[in-house]
């Protein structure tokens, strides 16, 4: 069974600062990793989609990788501003009936 | 137009009420799919529907009532929920069916739903 995790759960930091948001999954026979946003209380906004025959995607400040061997993918946040600050989610397609498993999120807040 | 469309954004219901949620999609997906999300946790797959037909029942309680009757609506009919219920229920869809996980999926903003 796939399971995800992510770290860290919270993470504050100052307007400005480079930041990374780490992804762990257990099966690595996976067909695709997703990148969402969540805003409090609103649905997903889909930020990247890496295949898994791919190494990186990457849109404006944001760049995903995924090593899938490792089970791990990274979301880099380049020069963090307040509107970045929402709920992280990964989620990995999987072959399970599921289809799609999430992690629990990162909740970030970029402080002015 | 490559959204899809949830109503209504909020609802207040009773326990004795039946309502429904609303979600359309013109994107020519053929599989649609209802999640639910409680504050704080990732959402959890309740249905899932590829060419109009129920292929993924996630054990959800029958209190709550799917239905699809078109390719472009999905539609979630609720009856003598329980207070536990309140939620996010987010619908997506895709262009594959719904049993791969190659699907990528589209999701809405969203229904927040408050059972009293």
């Known amino acids: 069974k796939q399971e995800v995790t992510q770290i860290p759960a919270a993470l504050s930091v100052p307007e400005g600062e480079n930041l990374v948001l780490n992804c762990s999954f257990t099966?690595?026979?996976?067909?695709?990793l997703q990148w969402f946003r969540q805003d409090p209380g609103k649905g997903l906004t889909s930020l990247l989609l890496?295949?898994?025959?791919?190494r990186e995607q990457t849109s404006g400040r944001l760049n995903a990788s995924l090593d899938k061997s490792s089970g791990r993918s990274t979301l880099y946040i380049a020069a963090s501003q307040p509107g970045d600050s929402a709920t992280y989610l990964c989620?990995?397609?999987?072959?399970?009936?599921?289809?799609?498993?999430f992690g629990s999120g990162t909740r970030l807040q970029v402080q002015p | 137009d490559t959204e899809v469309t949830q109503t209504p954004k909020h609802l207040v219901m009773g326990m004795t009420n039946k309502k429904s949620l609303k979600c359309e999609q013109h994107?020519?997906?053929?599989?649609m799919y209802w999640y639910k999300q409680k504050a704080k946790k990732p959402p959890e797959l309740m249905f899932v529907?590829?060419?109009?037909?129920?292929?993924i029942n996630e054990s959800v309680p029958s209190r709550f009532s799917p239905e699809c009757p078109n390719s472009s609506l999905l539609n979630l009919h609720l009856h003598a929920l329980q207070p536990e219920d309140s939620a996010l229920y987010l619908c997506?869809?895709?262009?594959?069916?719904?049993?791969?996980?190659?699907?990528?999926?589209?999701f809405g903003a969203g229904s927040r739903l408050t059972v009293l």
């Open positions: 890496i295949q898994s025959s791919q």
């Open positions: 994107m020519g997906h053929r599989a």
């Open positions: 099966d690595s026979a996976i067909y695709n």
């Open positions: 529907y590829s060419y109009e037909k129920l292929s």
């Open positions: 997506a869809s895709s262009q594959g069916t719904g049993l791969s996980g190659a699907n990528v999926l589209t």
């Open positions: 989620a990995v397609g999987g072959t399970g009936r599921r289809a799609l498993t």
